[in-house]
């Protein structure tokens, strides 16, 4: 567990809480949840929020530690993104408190975390070999980056498959057969349907709260990766885009429109520059 501070007055603002290691009976996923919601009560003070991550990393042996692959980490910034907009949220009503914003706008303070762990100078403070103390080294880091949008465009084309799936099944319409609806979406990813299975059994997403939502998650990537643009531009270490992003975005949960958050952050209209460029499309 971990108290959040006020970097400028000291003052205790959150807390927050990690299980990050699955065991039996335990949510075998990566999600974060939150526990109290903020709000502002009678007296005029402030009820501080409570979240918390669970996850289902690299459990510890005996003779060496917990030892996260970057994909591991990578959803820790993840998930951890969802804290920040949790615990940092400064909203009157606790309805509109941290995550409760609009579904296609909630996953964006989550992926704009991925873009830091992509970043040399954010691996070199923490990566470090677990024995000798040693930093990742730099052409490591290099490679890692060279290699990062391999396959970019079959994940992309992946998640439009389970968009179209979610908003397919949430169709209002008579004799409709789910099988056919499963292989027709299929085509999207460009791999073939494998007969005799049925995939929508173990997709959770489908009634976890992102029923008819899950497009939710490309729409708000198209967000993160123009709000880390900024960041790209000012600095990615820069205290004074992240205090611009802390109150434009994170403090504000749902008490305003997504689009009013972004418009306010990054001085203009959001656009899809920068997801085109990651995909390897010109901008327009």
């Known amino acids: 567990s971990y108290t959040v501070s006020d970097s400028a007055t000291g003052e205790p ?26 709000r502002q009560l009678p007296d005029g003070s402030r009820q501080q929020p409570e979240a918390a991550i669970v996850a289902n990393f690299t459990r510890p042996t005996t003779d060496k530690p917990s030892l996260l692959q970057h994909h591991e980490v990578e959803t820790l ?28 706008f909630v996953e964006a303070p989550s ?16 990566a470090r070999h677990h024995e000798s103390g040693e930093p990742i080294p730099t052409e490591l880091i290099d490679s890692m980056v060279a290699v990062r949008r391999l396959n970019q465009a079959v994940a992309t084309l992946r998640q439009v498959q389970f968009g179209k799936l979610d908003l397919e099944l949430h169709r209002t319409a008579p004799g409709r057969d789910l099988d056919s609806i499963v292989a027709e979406v299929e085509k999207v990813s460009l791999f073939p349907h494998h007969e005799g299975t049925f995939f929508p059994a ?13 497009y939710g ?54 656009e899809n520059g920068a997801f085109l460029e990651k995909l390897g499309i010109p901008r327009p």
């Open 13 to 38: 603002i959150a807390t927050f809480h990690m299980d990050l290691h699955p065991r039996r009976g335990t949510f075998g996923h990566a999600a974060a949840f939150p526990l109290i919601r903020t």
């Open 77 to 104: 910034f993840h998930e951890f993104g969802h804290i920040l907009h949790q615990v940092l949220s400064r909203t009157e009503l606790a309805s509109f408190s941290g995550t409760e914003v609009e579904r296609d």
């Open 111 to 126: 992926q704009i975390m991925e873009h830091w762990t992509w970043e040399p100078e954010i691996l070199e403070q923490f």
């Open 202 to 214: 173990s997709f959770g997403h489908l009634l976890g709260g992102y029923d008819a939502g899950y």
């Open 217 to 270: 998650y490309l729409w708000s990537e198209v967000y993160g990766d123009d709000m880390f643009s900024r960041f790209s531009k000012e600095g990615v270490r820069s205290s004074e885009v992240g205090a611009d992003y802390r109150r434009e975005i994170l403090e504000s949960g749902g008490s305003r429109d997504a689009l009013d958050h972004l418009r306010a952050f990054l001085g203009r209209d959001p």
